[in-house]
């Protein structure tokens, strides 16, 4: 998939080549730094993608029934769905949880007024069925009185609180894939550990697919049961979670971990990354790493890798990998 916006500029590239497919079950984390294409790749799936951003190019293949003529499931393309005809899916088939709860939720309307709406038109239910089960959705979250929080508007609750509701409203229709776009970022550090630990619970319990969108690898190395590394509009590295904290092979991943404090070895001082990320506005067909990164060849001047395929569900896009590089399990991070 390709995702583009045609600015006066030109054209910015915002996500380019991005392959991946995601099961139910799976927790798919993306993780890269600011302006590397991850928000822009889970917003096209979710159809959120207005003018002047298009699908250029590529596939969103969904399994569902919900355009079924016999009622039995088939995949759809999400790219070619009508814009109008996206709500059946968006928040029914499709849940979404916003960085900013504050932004998510309505100031106006109450969190009983938005969950019931949201419960009545996907699931066609009386509100009076919608009100009983917004209230088992909050109890499930760890909202305290849920009934009573029903009448609450979102400025009267804390930030953890505003969050838990957003995700009883991405989980109220049971989607098969519910997509967290730095939920935790805008939390403390207590409070982010209690929503990650809620959420691994409620995909366990639902049994949705889940991806999940962060620039911290501590939170993906609790959550992640493979990893997707992006950078410049890219896929860098596509592997298990496992894979990635054990053998890294592209020279950006490890870059991202060795910016990471360890307690097992003697660090005199973390090693950053030096220079900018790309600006994807009109970008050369090069690797978007290559102005940083310190084991560019004579062929990376050329062309540009594309994803193939290592090992065993292990894909990386690079001409020089990094081989036998000292291990960082998942402990070091978390």
């Known amino acids: 998939m390709c995702t583009y916006f045609d600015m006066a500029e030109g054209t910015v590239k915002a996500v380019q080549d991005v392959s991946f497919d995601l099961w139910q079950d799976e927790v798919l984390g993306i ?49 070619k769905l009508p814009k109008e005809q996206y709500s059946r899916i968006r928040g029914k088939h499709i ?26 038109h996907h699931e066609g239910v009386s509100e009076e069925e919608a009100e009983e089960r ?5 109890e499930q979250v760890g909202i305290p009185k849920p009934k009573e929080r029903l009448n609450d508007y979102p400025f009267q609750l804390s930030g953890g609180q505003r969050q838990r509701v957003v ?11 519910l997509i967290a776009d730095e939920p935790s970022t805008a939390l403390d550090v207590t409070v982010q550990a209690q929503i990650l630990e809620l959420m691994k619970d409620l995909q366990k319990q639902y049994r949705s697919g889940l991806l999940f969108i962060t620039h911290d690898l501590a939170v993906i190395a609790e959550i992640a049961t493979k990893i997707q590394v992006m950078y410049g509009s890219y896929q860098m590295e596509l592997a298990p979670s496992e894979v990635v904290f054990d053998n890294p092979m592209h020279p950006y991943t490890n870059a991202l971990l060795e910016c990471i404090p360890r307690l097992d070895v003697k660090q005199e001082e973390l090693a950053p990354i030096p220079g900018q990320p790309p600006i994807m506005l009109n970008p050369p067909p090069l690797c978007p790493f290559l102005p940083r990164c310190k084991r560019a060849v004579d062929r990376c001047y050329k062309e540009m890798p594309s994803l193939e395929q290592v090992e065993d569900n292990h894909f990386l896009r690079c001409f ?3 081989v036998n590089r000292v291990s960082v399990v998942k402990e070091d991070v978390g």
Not at 102 to 113: R, V
Not at 167 to 177: D, M
């Open 320 to 322: 020089n990998p990094v």
């Open 95 to 120: 849940g979404m949880i916003f960085q900013d709860p504050m932004t998510s939720l309505d100031p106006m309307y109450t969190i009983g007024d938005q969950m019931i709406e949201t419960i009545v």
């Open 134 to 138: 917004a209230i088992r959705l909050l």
């Open 167 to 177: 995700i009883a409203i991405a989980l109220s229709c049971n989607p098969e894939v």
């Open 31 to 79: 993780v890269g730094e600011t302006g590397s294409g991850k928000s822009v790749t889970v917003k096209s799936i979710a159809g959120l993608i207005d003018k002047p951003g298009y699908i250029a190019k590529g596939e969103i293949l969904f399994y569902t029934d919900e355009f079924s003529s016999n009622g039995q499931p088939e995949y759809i393309d999400l790219a």
